[in-house]
């Protein structure tokens, strides 16, 4: 047994003694090196002499109830959340309590000299906070928009406060201004930056609080510089406003470091943390993710039903099978030879050059795949068919022992351009979905029907390892998003709502039925939505009764026109029971005709252009149908993949993820994060 010290410490930040106890009975005790608020709620039971008598055991001091103990605090949050919701609930508003604090110390902490040495050289003399250089006359607002400026460069940039103290940073801004002089990184970490976030967090939570449904992704990425594995959760919702239509909004709400045990517990209580301090716990309508199992293991476990698959992260997973298919990776591996062959010797670099000059072709260096990546080895094998003339004429120009070991057969020739007829339908569909700018769920439906009837559709003509190649990245893409019949029924929603797919000419018309009907239902659950929040109509907004106190000739005037005096109501009538509806049934099947008819309104419309804009034609078109555009911003929350196309095929993502893997937790603050307010 280990007993505790005579004079027991305090807990830090929980204001309640090691061995205190909330009420009567055991003498517990929070664990020694507790760091968690949750430890407030729990703790060990000990003898007269304070020893800790079970260290796998633990007692609840709410209701006094025994819980095993594995050395972490899931389950003790889990026993609050679902034994005490209102301790709970105090945790999760103590815990996001401290976010300025904190993120004000991890902002020092990005250095690794102490904050003390590192911004006070010398301790006597703090900073005066409240001076200010009076190159402008105080406080002007050509100071303020500087300083503004350089806060956002900070954080955007994801740049230590330390670059204020750079010469050559400090040059650049005496040339923009001469007479600006910039704030010291003691008041960038401790004022400004924690003020720029709290503005920013009200914002959102006002943006947030006005919206009925958002999507949820959830990026998981790997900060290879500080060996550490982050997920960055964001929310996503469609805005609609008379003035400016429809638009997209996206925000990254946290990112937290993934631990290595009981990691998806770990996942779960923190998106739900997140949830519940970001008011969103009953506004999902799906979540997108890289089909981790950690990952939707958490999204099972907060019953998150939709659980769309990244579109970016399938098609990867599936070409990188098929490349690792014994003769194609062969195959890539001969091809890699040939360019570093040429990249790594001086002397057939420059035979290279003179054959490229010889058959007038650019001077255009060959690509190596670093990475791996399926795009990277679409670059190269694109630059090795556009240099076949001068690659093979510097090849008969080698010695003979290494034009056998880098010999390229017209059989090989021909198996790259067959790859580059499998790869290039997958370029052109990224590359279109990294340039929209409205929501691109509706489109996984038709890209995926396009790649698993054309570009993967076996041919007579195909190598054996292409054709085998293509089977696997066919099963992967229909794997993915025939796991659940949620998803598939969601994403034919979806792209029933985009007035350029409307037909569905991939569906059956049994199956096309069936989404139409699903679109009525749910047109259908806002309308009842709509009129419940209106609430039942006024006594004040029908007709007056008579009194009695009124002569019989008024009475008889307010009496209906089709109601002769002394004829009782309908139910008084015997065919009432055959003729005459309840007010449920009526409300019903007038809810029914105006869905039906606003659908069959949507349908007669005219297709749109494949390269319109939906969102646009949605904003112009919001008066003629007053139920589908609530539906439509259910569905078309949910991104169709786990992080912006941009950074998943564009050329900033490499960059966003070198700089974003220097920074050290809990420091660390997605570009999004702290500065900026709905796209």
Not at 90 to 116: I, Q, Y
Not at 339 to 359: A, G, P, T
Not at 513 to 525: C, F, L, N, P
Request: aromatic share 8%; net charge neutral; hydrophobic share 40%.
């Amino acid at each position: 047994m280990d007993c505790l010290p005579k004079e027991v410490p305090e807990i830090r930040g929980l204001g309640l003694p090691l061995g205190a106890s909330s009420s009567g009975g055991p003498n517990l005790v929070a664990h020694p090196r507790a760091k968690s608020k949750v430890w407030r709620y729990f703790g060990f039971d000990t003898d007269a002499d304070g020893c800790i008598l079970h260290w796998k055991r633990i007692y609840c001091r709410v209701c006094m109830s025994q819980i095993a103990y594995s050395g972490n605090t899931s389950n003790l949050s889990y026993h609050l959340e679902k034994n005490h919701p209102a301790e709970f609930g105090d945790l999760v508003k103590s815990n996001t309590g401290h976010l300025r604090e904190m993120f004000a110390s991890a902002v020092a902490r990005s250095k690794p000299e102490p904050l003390v040495q590192y911004l006070h050289p010398h301790p006597q003399q703090a900073p005066d906070l409240s001076h200010r250089p009076q190159g402008f006359g105080g406080e002007s607002r050509r100071r303020s928009d500087l300083t503004q400026a350089v806060c956002n460069f900070i954080c955007e940039g994801m740049y230590p406060v330390s670059v204020v103290e750079e010469p050559t940073f400090r040059a650049l801004l005496r040339a923009a201004d001469p007479r600006y002089t910039l704030p010291s990184k003691y008041d960038l970490a401790i004022k400004m930056l924690p003020q720029m976030y709290g503005r920013a967090r009200d914002a959102v939570l006002a943006e947030l609080a006005s919206v009925v449904n958002c999507g949820v992704t959830t990026d998981l990425w790997h900060s290879h510089a500080q060996s550490r594995v982050y997920i960055s959760l964001s929310v996503h919702a469609v805005h609609h406003s008379a003035a400016a239509g429809f638009s997209v909004g996206s925000k990254c709400l946290k990112t937290f470091e993934v631990q290595d045990d009981d990691t998806a517990e770990n996942i779960t209580r923190a998106m739900y943390e997140a949830f519940v301090e970001w008011g969103v716990i009953h506004k999902v309508s799906g979540v997108t993710t890289n089909s981790s199992p950690d990952i939707v293991k958490a999204c099972s476990l907060l019953e998150l039903s939709v659980q769309m698959p990244c579109l970016g992260h399938t098609v990867g997973r599936g070409v990188e099978e098929a490349f690792g298919l014994p003769r194609v990776e062969a195959f890539l591996a001969a091809c890699r030879r040939l360019v570093d062959h040429f990249q790594d010797m001086s002397v057939s670099l420059y035979v290279l050059r003179e054959k490229r000059r010889q058959h007038g072709m650019a001077e255009r260096p060959l690509v190596r795949d670093r990475g791996r990546s399926w795009p990277a080895t679409l670059a190269m094998l694109q630059r090795l068919r556009e240099q076949r003339p001068a690659i093979a004429a510097a090849l008969a120009e080698s010695p003979g022992g290494l034009q056998r070991s880098l010999s390229f057969e017209a059989a090989d020739w021909a198996r790259v351009e067959a790859w580059i007829e499998v790869l290039q339908p997958f370029k052109v569909v990224t590359e279109l979905m990294a340039a929209c700018r409205y929501p691109t769920i509706s489109m996984v439906r038709p890209v995926l029907h396009m790649l698993l009837s054309t570009t993967l559709k076996a041919k007579d003509t195909d190598p054996k390892e292409i054709g085998t190649a293509k089977e696997v990245v066919s099963k992967a893409l229909s794997a993915a998003y025939a796991q659940t019949h949620e998803v598939a029924a969601f994403l034919n929603v979806a792209t029933f709502l985009d007035p350029r797919y409307k037909r569905l000419p991939f569906l059956s018309a049994q199956e096309r039925s069936q989404v139409e009907s699903h679109v009525v239902e749910e047109a259908k659950a806002v309308l009842e939505k709509l009129n419940a929040e209106q609430g039942p109509p006024c006594p004040g907004d029908f007709s007056p009764l008579p009194s009695e106190d009124e002569p019989a000739c008024k009475k008889a005037s307010l009496l209906p026109e089709h109601q002769a005096p002394g004829v009782g109501p309908s139910q008084d009538n015997p065919l009432a029971a055959i003729f005459c509806q309840s007010d449920v049934d009526q409300s019903q099947e007038e809810l029914h005709a105006q869905v039906v008819e606003e659908l069959g309104n949507y349908k007669s419309q005219r297709l749109l252009g494949l390269n319109e804009d939906p969102l646009l034609w949605w904003s112009s078109h919001a008066a003629l149908f007053p139920t589908l555009p609530k539906v439509l911003q259910k569905y078309w929350c949910v991104p169709a993949t786990a992080v912006p196309c941009h950074r998943l095929f564009g050329p900033s993502g490499p960059a966003h993820s070198g700089k974003r893997s220097r920074l050290a937790p809990p420091a660390l603050v997605d570009p999004q994060k702290s500065s900026e307010i709905w796209r």
